[in-house]
Structures are given as structure tokens and as C-alpha cells.
């Protein structure tokens, strides 16, 4: 650009018509983007936030009563993998157990949940 620059000829002008062709220049490349675009709205939401439910929200006595009818080894894989959210090897490394054993007191707990929560629902 400073090649395009004529010492003989007045600044301004010069300066003004770069300025000019680098505002239009940038309105295009924005145009171009926003023809691949679309306008984002609600709907287009992946992980809108589920509706409240108080009944759920009254189940967690229930919840924390059944997580402590379960035997100690099973309520600490629950605890690790499922509340904490941990990855097998990391709460492996936490209890000291193996993963295996962690795999099938997991299993064993859910499998001991769903009975108690079948339970509850008939009564």
C-alpha cells in the first residue's frame, strides 16, 4: 500500500480510499460467511435444560435410602462411577480395587437399584 502512495498528491484522499476499499473488502468476506450461516434459535438447541419435576425432586430421600441399603463395596462403585462421575481406571486408582471388581459391584448395585425402585413403584 505504501508503494501506491504519491508524495505530490495529497494524503487524505490517498488514506481515505484504503481505508474505503479495506471497509468494503470486509463487509464482503462477512457476507460470504453469513450466506453459509443460519440464525441459531431455541429449537436448534442440543441440551436445552430439562423441565423441573418436583416429584423426582422428592425421590432423593428415597434414593439415598436405597443407596445405603447396599452393601459397602457396591455403594462406593456407585459412588465413584455413577455420582462422581470418575472413569473406571481413575476409581480404580481411588479404592484400590481393581477394575474388574469395580465393573461387577457396579453392575451388581444397579441391578440391586432397579429391584428396589420396581419394588417401591407396585406399593
Known amino acids: 500500500m505504501r508503494a501506491t502512495y504519491d508524495p505530490a498528491r495529497p494524503f487524505g484522499p490517498w488514506l481515505t480510499a484504503i481505508a474505503r476499499r479495506r471497509l468494503i473488502d470486509r463487509?464482503?468476506?462477512?457476507?460470504?460467511?453469513?450466506?453459509?450461516?443460519?440464525e441459531f434459535e431455541p429449537t436448534h438447541e442440543t441440551f436445552a435444560d430439562p423441565p423441573v419435576n418436583l416429584e423426582d425432586m422428592t425421590r432423593i430421600h428415597e434414593i439415598a435410602t436405597a443407596l445405603d441399603r447396599l452393601p459397602s463395596g457396591q455403594r462406593e462403585?456407585?459412588?465413584l462411577t455413577k455420582i462422581e462421575g470418575l472413569s473406571l481406571k481413575e476409581a480404580s486408582a481411588v479404592s484400590g480395587t481393581s477394575v474388574a471388581a469395580l465393573k461387577v459391584a457396579t453392575h451388581r448395585a444397579v441391578r440391586r437399584l432397579r429391584l428396589f425402585f420396581s419394588?417401591?413403584?407396585e406399593t
Request: net charge positive.
Open 77 to 79: 462403585a456407585v459412588r
Open 119 to 121: 419394588r417401591g413403584s
Open 27 to 38: 463487509l464482503r468476506r462477512q457476507g460470504r460467511r453469513r450466506s453459509f450461516e443460519t
